[in-house]
């Protein structure tokens, strides 16, 4: 059961290995909003996520005999990384099963602290089906990543320190997964003030929790799809379950691309990044609906591999209208192409790709194609450079953009 003498242990305890992680006021999403938001920054935390929390306080209820035989969990990547983080500081061996799909600076951390990763099945709910089976084989102690009382516990000391920071706070923004992180900030959150509103955040495309509350009872989706890796739960914990029913307040569900608009929200506004997932309660600011409020959301993790961070980011300059391609219809003759430069030059753009197809007709004096991407300010500047293309007879055409 979870309570508020266990909180406060689990605050005590996890303070051995957490670092402290500031509220950061964001004037531009306070501004944006109508609120007083702020950030808690647990992407900052000591193995890039809250998850060592959870780990550290549930291997600490553990018997000497438990940990000595060894632990294993399955997870996305950052429980990985707090079981490994938090093994080694026990000094007691960790066994993780990762999903294929896992980022490789998940994976690579996770070993740099000792642990033995084995990659299985294509989301969570596979690898964990696997973990559970070779805990039964060797005998290793199981660590769930989110259905179980003590690791929602220590997830919850996070609804501790933000109180203790802002105790006038009057919504957290929460993201879901499998609910382990939502239960413990929530119930917390309750236990020491009952106003206080949670609102959990989960990606569209791995609604299980907003299905599972629908329903009244935990459901399983028959897949998920999302770039939220860290969320990407088929089904919600069983035993955590009724303390959402209890304590959460509301669900929002995130689009794939809300991710990536916050994504350069996050880097361009308050020079952080943080990962897809944590980025859940960055993008439901634009969501609310009400205004005058402190509001606090929770960047749940900061890990995210390069590849990852670059297409992202290219996206996002396409969403924005940063980046876009046209294609051009121009005779073929000598200074043409040059034309068209100075028309892109003089309203300030920045061609970054340029593709000339001279087989688009089969009269090639009367139309050549040229596929031109390129730079601009955003979406009234992007216009102002078709507009000139269009008035000078190039016969411009937005199409998807291709880097």
Do not use: W
Not at 228 to 248: C, H, M, S, W
Not at 275 to 296: I, M, P, Q, Y
């Amino acid at each position: 059961m979870l309570t508020l003498e266990k909180f406060e242990e689990a605050s005590e305890i996890v303070r051995e290995v957490t670092q402290e992680t500031k509220l950061i006021k964001s004037s531009y999403f306070s501004e944006l909003t109508g609120n007083r938001v702020f950030f808690k920054p647990e992407n900052m935390q000591r193995t890039g996520a809250y998850k060592v929390r959870g780990a550290y306080y549930k291997i600490s209820t553990l018997t000497e005999e438990e940990r000595n035989k060894g632990l294993i969990t399955a997870s996305a990547g950052n429980h990985a990384q707090g079981v490994a983080y938090a093994a080694h500081k026990f000094g007691v061996k960790a066994v993780i099963v990762m999903p294929t799909t896992t980022p490789l600076i998940k994976v690579e951390r996770t070993k740099s602290y000792g642990a033995e990763v084995i990659l299985k099945g294509d989301v969570y709910d596979e690898a964990c089906a696997y973990a559970l089976e070779l805990a039964e084989k060797e005998g290793y102690t199981f660590i769930h990543p989110f259905d179980d009382p003590a690791v929602a516990t220590g997830q919850g000391t996070i609804a501790m320190e933000i109180v203790q920071e802002l105790p006038l706070v009057d919504y957290i923004l929460v993201p879901i997964g499998g609910g382990g992180l939502a239960t413990g900030v929530s119930t917390l959150a309750k236990l020491l003030n009952p106003h206080i509103k949670v609102i959990g955040v989960e990606p569209s495309g791995a609604a299980c929790m907003k299905a599972s509350l629908e329903k009244g009872e935990v459901v399983g989706l028959p897949s998920v799809n999302t770039i939220a890796d860290g969320t990407a739960v088929q089904r919600p914990g069983e035993k955590i379950f009724p303390y959402i029913q209890e304590n959460l307040d509301e669900i929002l569900t995130i689009d794939d691309d809300e991710l990536i608009v916050a994504f350069l929200d996050m880097v361009e506004n308050h020079k952080m990044i943080v990962e897809n997932s944590g980025l859940l309660t960055v993008a439901a600011l634009r969501h609310l609906d009400f205004k005058n409020k402190k509001v606090v959301s929770i960047l749940s993790g900061g890990n995210m591999d390069v590849i990852t961070m670059s297409s992202v980011v290219q996206h996002g300059l396409i969403q924005r209208d940063r980046i876009f391609t046209v294609s051009l219809l121009i005779p073929d003759k000598p200074g043409e192409l040059v034309r068209v430069a100075s028309i892109i030059s003089e309203n300030q753009g920045n061609v970054i790709k340029l593709d000339h197809n001279q087989f688009v007709s089969t009269n090639r004096n009367a139309a050549v194609e040229l596929k031109i991407t390129m730079e601009a300010y955003g979406t009234d500047h992007k216009n102002q450079i078709v507009k000139a293309l269009e008035k000078a007879g190039c016969r411009p055409k937005v199409i998807r953009a291709s880097l």
